[in-house]
């Protein structure tokens, strides 16, 4: 029985290992459809790059430059591709800013990879060498980096400058940075015992207006409701407001269940209409009473929060109204005119009213708004319209100010500043390259195609400017062979290269060491799959 056993034993194994191709196949797919997105949006990086037009499934188009918005949009299918689109995800949640290049460099590092892999050297080889690699590349970076005073507004406003110059609305940076610089700086709270500050962007809303040009656009240091006050004839601007927030509505009671009621006569119809004014009538006397003169209505889900009678009743004892405030907005509102929502007629008393010293309707061809400013109880909050000249406009321009405001946010989180155009990536490639010379066995071609890789930056900055970019990679090495000239990078108004501290082109420490960071991660999790499994639904 013996030889028959192994005989067995024999086949088993060689049924198991036939197939020795399949992870390798396996990692090509992988590799190549990841590479494909980022292909997809290389063209879209740096200051000359280009724009894609999206047109969803209802026929509604955007134009953006946005990385992030534009693989959110893209219809991905293969489970690889999908990581980058979640890698530019992660990066925009982590920075804000730097979704294209996090994508671009992953691409890189995928490519490099590849090469790797046919030189016959393992993934989990390849993987290690990428993350020793990585925390050299960080140690380059943080190196070449400069402090920066979070009172500085000029250091802050660099910042905001450099990443707006790679949009759509470029040529109104001007305008859009001072306001990012203004609105963080407003709501950033000091980190006890730290470096740096908190910010959270929820307390900056920015509100998008069709009318006007982007250069319209403007900061309000207070409250804008985008929609009109829903009195007929009463007031539309109050000074000395008193303002409540009520969350229940001032409409005829709707029982617990669907029902009919049946009126016979006159009478009996007459006494409904009756108790309906009544019951209203009620409820506005306790809102004078209060001496509210501004009243802020929740949108209701069951029914309408405002019924004719009552906006009748409201203009007589001049109180403007507005409805429908959204129930995600609530918290914002609270913390902006430093209220609480009032849940019943029982609450709504003087003590619960806030103070505000202006609240006005702003009449405008687009439509009407209101803008209350002055609220001196209020929390750190601003608010930013933004306008323009068409919907697809001002959602750029909105995306644009918003990936300014994070990167603003980056440097008050972590404040240090480096310079961009390239200039980091190329620095932390030379300083690879050096490195690899000396590293012993599979390293020596790790850390070489990590800094090859991390010259993709600079390259398809140069590409996308329509300079040569072999020339350009080649004289920024020479550049950062010398350690006088850490700061050169791609300067793609002159068409060369030169130092970008002098050219006052500065990025975030924080959004290069999250785009490396993360690319390395992504690319690191691809190259450890070596097989896709189908669950059964």
């Known amino acids: 029985?013996?030889?028959?056993?192994?005989?067995?034993?024999?086949?088993?194994?060689?049924?198991?290992?036939?197939?020795?191709?399949?992870?390798?196949?396996?990692?090509?797919?992988?590799?190549?459809?990841?590479?494909?997105?980022?292909?997809?949006?290389?063209?879209?990086?740096?200051?000359?790059?280009?724009?894609?037009?999206?047109?969803?499934?209802?026929?509604?188009?955007?134009?953006?430059?946005?990385?992030?918005?534009?693989?959110?949009?893209?219809?991905?299918?293969?489970?690889?591709?999908?990581?980058?689109?979640?890698?530019?995800?992660?990066?925009?949640?982590?920075?804000?800013?730097?979704?294209?290049?996090?994508?671009?460099?992953?691409?890189?590092?995928?490519?490099?990879?590849?090469?790797?892999?046919?030189?016959?050297?393992?993934?989990?080889?390849?993987?290690?060498?990428?993350?020793?690699?990585?925390?050299?590349a960080l140690q380059v970076i943080e190196g070449m980096s400069t402090p920066v005073d979070l009172s500085n507004e000029d250091a802050l406003l660099k910042a905001a400058a450099t990443s707006l110059n790679s949009k759509v609305v470029s040529q109104h940076s001007t305008i859009l940075a001072p306001i990012a610089v203004q609105a963080i700086r407003a709501v950033m709270e000091p980190v006890p015992n730290g470096v740096g500050a908190r910010v959270d962007l929820r307390d900056v809303k920015v509100i998008e207006r069709i009318g006007g040009t982007v250069e319209d656009t403007e900061l309000v240091?207070?409250?804008?409701?985008?929609?009109?006050a829903s009195n007929v004839n009463g007031p539309h601007r109050i000074e000395k407001a008193k303002v409540g927030l009520i969350q229940f509505c001032i409409s005829p009671p709707k029982t617990d269940?669907?029902?009919?009621?049946?009126?016979?006569?006159?009478?009996?119809?007459d006494r409904v209409l009756k108790e309906e004014r009544q019951y209203i009538l009620n409820i506005v006397?306790?809102?004078?009473?209060?001496?509210?003169?501004?009243?802020?209505v929740q949108k209701s889900i069951l029914r309408d929060a405002l019924s004719d009678l009552a906006i009748h009743f409201l203009d007589k004892i001049k109180t403007m109204v507005i409805k429908d405030i959204e129930r995600e907005d609530i918290e914002f509102v609270c913390k902006t005119l430093?209220?609480?929502?009032?849940?019943?007629?029982?609450?709504?008393?003087?003590?619960?009213?806030?103070?505000?010293?202006?609240?006005?309707?702003?009449?405008?061809p687009s439509g009407k708004y209101i803008k209350m400013t002055g609220c001196a109880g209020g929390g750190k909050t601003v608010s930013v319209l933004v306008r323009g000249t068409s919907s697809a406009v001002v959602a750029e321009a909105a995306r644009s100010l918003h990936d300014a405001l994070c990167a603003v946010r980056c440097v008050a989180r972590r404040p240090a500043l480096l310079?961009?155009?390239?200039?980091?990536?190329?620095?932390?490639?030379?300083?690879?390259?050096?490195?690899?010379i000396a590293a012993p066995g599979a390293d020596h071609y790790c850390l070489r195609a990590y800094s090859d890789a991390l010259e993709v930056i600079p390259s398809t900055l140069a590409e996308n400017a329509g300079l040569n970019p072999i020339e350009t990679v080649t004289e920024l090495r020479a550049a950062h062979a010398s350690t006088s000239c850490a700061g050169s990078?791609?300067?793609?108004?002159?068409?060369?290269?030169?130092?970008?501290?002098?050219?006052?082109?500065?990025?975030?420490?924080?959004?290069?060491?999250?785009?490396?960071?993360l690319a390395t991660e992504t690319v690191r999790a691809i190259l450890k799959i070596d097989d896709i499994v189908n669950t059964i639904n």
Do not use: W
């Open 489 to 517: 990078g791609v300067n793609v108004r002159r068409g060369r290269v030169t130092d970008m501290r002098h050219e006052n082109v500065l990025q975030p420490l924080h959004v290069t060491s999250s785009a490396l960071g």
């Open 419 to 436: 310079p961009g155009g390239g200039a980091p990536e190329a620095a932390a490639a030379a300083a690879l390259a050096r490195a690899a």
């Open 1 to 136: 029985m013996a030889p028959k056993a192994g005989g067995d034993s024999a086949k088993v194994n060689s049924s198991v290992y036939k197939d020795k191709s399949k992870p390798t196949d396996i990692r090509l797919s992988n590799i190549n459809a990841a590479k494909a997105v980022s292909d997809a949006i290389r063209t879209s990086l740096g200051p000359r790059g280009m724009d894609k037009m999206i047109q969803a499934a209802n026929g509604e188009v955007t134009i953006t430059n946005d990385g992030a918005t534009i693989l959110k949009q893209m219809s991905v299918i293969h489970p690889a591709a999908k990581m980058l689109v979640e890698l530019s995800r992660a990066q925009d949640i982590e920075a804000g800013d730097g979704t294209t290049s996090v994508v671009v460099i992953a691409g890189a590092l995928l490519d490099a990879a590849e090469k790797l892999l046919q030189k016959g050297i393992h993934p989990t080889v390849i993987s290690d060498g990428f993350q020793k690699a990585l925390q050299m």
């Open 338 to 364: 430093g209220c609480r929502p009032i849940a019943s007629l029982d609450h709504f008393t003087a003590e619960n009213l806030v103070n505000v010293d202006l609240v006005e309707e702003v009449n405008e």
């Open 257 to 269: 269940m669907d029902h009919n009621v049946i009126v016979s006569d006159y009478a009996a119809m």
């Open 221 to 228: 240091q207070g409250l804008v409701i985008p929609h009109r």
């Open 285 to 296: 006397k306790q809102i004078k009473k209060a001496g509210c003169n501004v009243l802020l």
